[in-house]
């Protein structure tokens, strides 16, 4: 079974500058629709509208830029619950030293030999965190008489909770972002295709008419031979190449 193939645009210019050429091209369209019609009686109504209603899709869809903030958004929150993770524990370090000195091995329950390795790593930072809190729970009496309070306890239970869910968040949208840009790609990829049907309609009906020619005229996009543009009147300069 064959894997699928990845969506690209077809277009090399920047997503805004194709809209904006798009939507000019429309208008241009739609004043010359009686000459459209008459070339193909496909391009009457609601061609225009239907071709309105893809811009229209393509322009609800987030942008790159949009999409790109929120994925920093979410990063920040999971980076920030990282945080307070790593300083509570830092912080609970004195009191787990206070009620069990010397006791090695009971500190290796509250995870002092696992903190490095979990330190920077989301995943192992939860399941560090739902240890650490179901230690501090059974050990809670003791904890307690040193000062380490119910409230202190529960706490782990908290900034678990938030990390958790930050980082869930994260994750699900990575998977999301994909989708959305492979979305909005489809559909700048439609406004663009119906943009290119009507230019390269346009420059065959006014392949004798130089002004009019140039509005179906795409950027970047060179006249095939037979589409020659037809010479520019006598008291106007040729284009520029």
């Given at each position: 079974m064959s894997r699928p193939k990845e969506v690209v645009r077809l277009y090399t210019m920047a997503d805004s500058d194709m809209m904006?050429?798009?939507?000019?091209?429309?208008?241009?369209?739609?004043?010359?629709?009686a000459d459209f019609q008459a070339f193909d009686p496909d391009f009457k109504d609601p061609y225009a509208a239907n071709w309105q209603s893809e811009i229209d899709a393509a322009k609800s869809v987030p942008?790159?830029?949009?999409i790109v903030d929120t994925m920093t958004i979410l990063t920040t929150a999971t980076e920030n619950a990282m945080e307070l993770c790593?300083?509570?524990f830092q912080s609970m370090k004195f009191f787990i030293e206070k009620a069990f000195p010397n006791k090695t091995s009971i500190w290796n329950e509250f995870g002092y030999n696992d903190y490095d390795r979990s330190r920077t790593s989301h995943p192992l930072m939860i399941s560090f965190m739902r240890d650490l809190y179901a230690v501090a729970q059974k050990y809670s009496a003791e904890l307690i008489a040193k000062n380490f309070?119910?409230?202190m306890i529960d706490e782990i239970g908290t900034l678990l909770?938030?990390?958790n869910s930050s980082d869930t968040a994260q994750e699900a949208y990575k998977g999301t972002r994909e989708?959305?840009?492979q979305n909005r790609i489809i559909l700048l990829n439609q406004v663009w295709t119906t943009t290119v049907t009507v230019c390269r309609a346009g420059k065959l009906i006014y392949m004798n008419n130089y002004a009019k020619y140039q509005r179906y005229v795409l950027p970047?996009?060179?006249?095939?031979?037979?589409?020659?543009p037809p010479p520019p009147p006598p008291d106007q300069p040729p284009p520029t190449p």
């Open positions: 904006q050429v798009s939507e000019k091209t429309r208008e241009a369209f739609i004043e010359d629709n942008t790159d830029n949009v790593r300083n509570k309070t119910q409230a909770n938030q990390l989708v959305l840009t970047g996009d060179p006249t095939t031979p037979d589409e020659e």
